[in-house]
Nanobody, 124 residues
Framework: QVQLVESGGDSVQAGGSLRLSCVASDILDNFIVMAWFRQAPGKEREGVATIYTAGGSTYYTRATKGRFTISQDKAKSTVYLDMNNLKPEDTAMYYC?????????????????WGQGTLVTVSS
């Protein structure tokens, strides 16, 4: 059973930065795509960024492009989300997800495995 474990969530002031980590129990090459999602209180879960493990291609939503960076370290089976210039609207539980199947570029459907989440709180 694949396990994804997130860490790095914290409470920060607006304008601050955080790095989230997602450690997978399997090698990243066994997944086609890794992604970060988030869910704010009272809102639906939304995609944040994806990375295709083979070539490293990345995708960001309009809300995060230019501020967030998704990356991978295959030697550590870890995917990162570097978040800069954080805003109060970035407050959410952040989840890591993995897919063993192809995911259409620019979409966030079809992920097989999920972590338990790590909480990010941004105060103004």
């Amino acid at each position: 059973q694949v396990q994804l474990v997130e860490s790095g969530g914290d409470s920060v002031q607006a304008g601050g930065s955080l790095r989230l980590s997602c450690v997978a129990s399997d090698i990243l090459d066994n997944f086609i795509v890794m992604a970060w999602f988030r869910q704010a209180p009272g809102k639906e879960r939304e995609g944040v960024a994806t990375i295709y493990t083979a070539g490293g291609s990345t995708y960001y939503t309009r809300a995060t492009k230019g501020r967030f960076t998704i990356s991978q370290d295959k030697a550590k089976s870890t995917v990162y989300l570097d978040m800069n210039n954080l805003k109060p609207e970035d407050t959410a539980m952040y989840y890591c997800a993995a897919s063993e199947r192809s995911v259409v570029y620019g979409t966030f459907r079809g992920f097989d495995y999920w972590g338990q989440g790590t909480l990010v709180t941004v105060s103004s």
